[in-house]
């Protein structure tokens, strides 16, 4: 796993030990940067259920302004450090060490784009969208990546589902307001 483009390009990330995280492909990362290319530079971006944190690190070596990564495990939060240490991207990134939910109830802070890859058939992403939803700025971006046979709400607040794309064993599945269509 590494870092696609930008100042970080290149950059080999380390992964958490065990099998609880499983990292997005090469093929769906580079589908989701694709989708949102020209959003990224001056972002600010939510990588929820960051796992190592390779999707808001793509984010920020292609020129976010800042990054929040949200995981409850331990060993997903060591690796998510140990990564922005040696991209050296950690000055405009927080790590937050909390449960998915519980950082949407409480955290104020307004994303444009989010970023959501939790585990698999968890219907996390279902529960997550709702509070989610009042946290993306109006042109924002919601991006969740899904086993393929799952299938997500059509809305979520006034987010509506707008593209699906498949890749290999995954789902990339987009929501944006509607006046973004």
């Given at each position: 796993?590494?870092?696609i ?9 380390v ?33 929820l ?29 060591e ?15 927080r ?62 607040g006034?987010?509506?589902r ?10 990339v ?9």
């Amino acid at each position: 796993m590494r870092v696609i483009t930008g100042t970080a390009r290149g950059r080999r990330l380390v992964t958490p030990a065990g099998l609880a995280t499983r990292p997005t492909s090469e093929m769906a990362k580079e589908a989701i940067f694709s989708i949102i290319q020209f959003e990224v530079e001056g972002s600010m971006v939510l990588d929820l259920f960051a796992g190592s944190g390779q999707l808001g690190i793509e984010a920020l070596s292609r020129g976010a302004r800042g990054a929040v990564f949200v995981d409850s495990a331990r060993a997903a939060v060591e690796a998510i450090e140990q990564n922005l240490a040696f991209t050296g991207l950690g000055r405009n990134a927080r790590v937050m060490p909390v449960e998915a939910m519980a950082f949407l109830r409480s955290y104020r802070e307004i994303f444009d784009i989010a970023l959501l890859d939790p585990p698999y058939q968890k219907g996390l992403i279902e529960e997550a969208l709702p509070l989610l939803a009042q946290k993306v700025s109006p042109g924002g971006i919601i991006i969740c990546e899904t086993e393929r046979g799952e299938t997500l709400p059509a809305a979520a607040g006034d987010f509506t589902r707008k593209k699906e794309y498949r890749y290999g064993k995954a789902k990339v599945t987009t929501y944006r307001r509607e006046e973004e269509a």
